[in-house]
């Protein structure tokens, strides 16, 4: 069985489990902290990230993006990721957009949590802050469909306003974002996994 090192509040090992899920794979959970990895850890990925997927013969695989494409390849290929062409590339870009919207996300994050206020940067916060604003703007105004089986671009999505929800519980994206509000709603009653790998906000 694949083994995955993770932790519950990751979006990007959100994405992998739901993808897992809608493709059928089992997968062998274990835990890892990123804030102080172990050197056995650290021997799987030496960035020492997550999400990092363990074959039974050893071979890892990281980060998310190529682990999904791991997971498709897996179950047989063009199943959540469009074999070629424009299709493909789409699906890609969305999945890419969403990621980049993510790392403004947890920079945004770790600047609270890792920065004393006093050595906090205003015009840095306001950067990540205004990669946020502009992306869910464009994700409002070119809303994508969802697919029967969602492609990764979706999934990745549906994590990103998942993350938005559990660390950011103040800021309500859904107030002026009804299309998307809308979408959220339609991903989730298609996708359980996306309910089981809910987290409450802290």
């Given amino acids: 069985m694949l083994t995955l090192r993770y932790a519950p509040p990751s979006p990007y090992v959100r994405k992998v489990r739901i993808a ?13 902290d990123t804030v102080s ?13 997550i999400p990092v997927l363990i074959e039974e013969t050893g071979e890892r695989y990281y980060d998310s ?13 063009g199943k959540i990721i469009p074999r070629e062409g424009k299709a493909r590339l789409d699906v ?27 050595m906090r940067v205003t015009k840095w916060v306001d950067h990540q802050a205004g990669k946020v604003a502009r992306g869910l703007a464009y994700l409002e105004a070119h809303t994508p469909p969802l697919d ?18 559990l660390r950011f519980p103040d800021q309500d994206w859904r107030k002026d974002h009804p299309k998307l ?6 991903f989730e009653a298609q996708v359980p996994a996306f309910a089981a790998t ?3 906000p802290e």
């Fill in 198 to 200: 809910r987290m409450k």
């Fill in 65 to 77: 993006r190529v682990i999904v494409e791991y997971l498709d390849h897996h179950a047989g290929g």
């Fill in 148 to 165: 029967r089986l969602p492609n990764v671009g979706q999934i990745a999505l549906a994590c990103l306003l998942g993350y938005r929800d």
């Fill in 20 to 32: 897992a899920d809608l493709l059928g794979i089992p997968l062998k959970l274990e835990a890892a």
């Fill in 92 to 118: 890609l870009r969305l999945q890419a957009l969403c990621d980049g919207i993510l790392d403004a996300c947890l920079l945004l994050i770790y600047e609270g949590r890792f920065r004393e206020p006093a």
């Fill in 37 to 49: 990895p172990d050197e056995a850890f650290l021997g799987q990925n030496p960035i020492g990230k």
């Fill in 181 to 186: 509000r809308a979408w959220l709603e339609r």
